[in-house]
């Protein structure tokens, strides 16, 4: 079946910087398109990022000029690099999947940024 495992999180201080991992397993990861998604506390689950398949990607507000999202085909993984963190950007990361009409979403990793 679907499994996402994200991986990466932890307690980190304003400026720094933190690569998320998800790893993949249960489908074909190389022809699924791949996002993370982030939820604070009290707020709702928003888009960071996407990349496609092929490679493309997509930043939602939250992940434009600080985050980079990419995929490793071969390690069923993909990855989400955050730099410059700022205190806001403290929350549960989350990857997911689009499968046969589902989103998968993996148990997500927990991102603090506090001095």
């Known amino acids: 079946q679907v499994q996402l495992e994200e991986s990466g999180g932890g307690l980190v201080q304003p400026g720094g910087s933190l690569r998320l991992s998800c790893a993949a397993s249960g489908f074909i990861f190389s022809v699924y398109a791949m996002s993370w998604y982030r939820q604070a506390p009290g707020k709702q689950r928003e888009l960071v990022a996407r990349?496609?398949?092929?490679?493309?990607?997509v930043y939602g507000d939250s992940g434009k000029g600080r985050f980079t999202i990419s995929r490793d085909n071969a390690k069923n993984t993909v990855y989400l690099q955050m730099n410059s963190l700022k205190t806001e950007d403290t929350a549960v990361y989350y990857c997911k999947v689009p499968y046969y009409g589902k989103d998968y979403w993996g148990q997500g990793t927990q991102v603090t940024v506090s001095s």
């Open positions: 990349i496609s398949s092929g490679g493309s990607t």
